[in-house]
């Protein structure tokens, strides 16, 4: 009986160092993570660009000061605009927007025998604070307010003597959307309203007058957006 009671216990040792063993290389061996645990965070660069096609629509209305029944009209042209934006936040951003385009100018109404007073080019640098909406997946609509500071230049007369369009300031609000096709690539939708009403200084037949050139031209574009 004591020898089977030794055999006994010393299978039990055997058995019990054996399943140390076992542990101690389990322990030693890399614990595979379930995929599901783990979440990428993925830093997206707070400056976006936008490449557009843009229609600019004016509103077609002015006067000459002194002259009744005077109107004016401009001509609607299609550009290449592009804009830059700083993301603040997740829904904040301020967005500065680049382009030039020209204009005709058009005399109406009682001095529509003008026909083309004259020609100006026009560079409306505009600065936007926008609030984007973000709890619509891949849809990203917004909507901004800000200024706008237009420059006339290369300015040529026709039926005039002289045409001076005078830079200046003004409002500007917009509204539009991204589609994000992923993380960096999308396409874009944006109209824009621009208030822009310059004083003009204009000689006809020796006579120099002045007036308002009430452009205040719609934006409309589309083209792609790229978030770095």
Request: charged share 15%.
């Amino acid at each position: 009986m004591n020898r089977k009671r030794a055999g006994l216990l010393g299978l039990l040792a055997s058995v019990g160092m054996g399943a140390l063993v076992c542990q101690a290389a389990a322990a030693d061996l890399p614990v595979a993570q379930d995929a599901s645990d783990v979440t990428v965070f993925k830093q997206l660069s707070p400056w976006q660009i936008r490449v557009r096609a843009l229609g600019v629509i004016t509103q077609d209305d002015g006067s000459v000061d002194g002259v009744a029944g005077s109107d004016l009209s401009f001509s609607d042209t299609v550009i290449p605009e592009l804009d830059i934006t700083y993301f603040f936040t997740d829904n904040i951003a301020a967005e500065l927007i680049l382009g030039t385009t020209y204009a005709k100018v058009y005399g109406e109404g009682s001095i529509s025998g003008l026909n083309q007073i004259g020609k100006t080019w026009v560079l409306p640098p505009t600065l936007t604070l926008q609030y984007h909406f973000t709890n619509f997946g891949a849809f990203k609509p917004y909507v901004g307010a800000g200024v706008n500071y237009t420059i006339f230049y290369s300015q040529s007369a026709d039926s005039a003597d002289k045409l001076h369009v005078k830079n200046a300031f003004g409002a500007a609000v917009q509204a539009g959307f991204d589609y994000m096709i992923d993380d960096h690539w999308g396409v874009n939708l944006d109209v824009k309203k621009i208030f822009m009403e310059p004083d003009f200084d204009v000689t006809v037949a020796g006579t120099k007058m002045s007036g308002k050139a009430e452009l205040n031209p719609w934006l409309i574009g589309a083209g792609i957006t790229y978030r770095f």
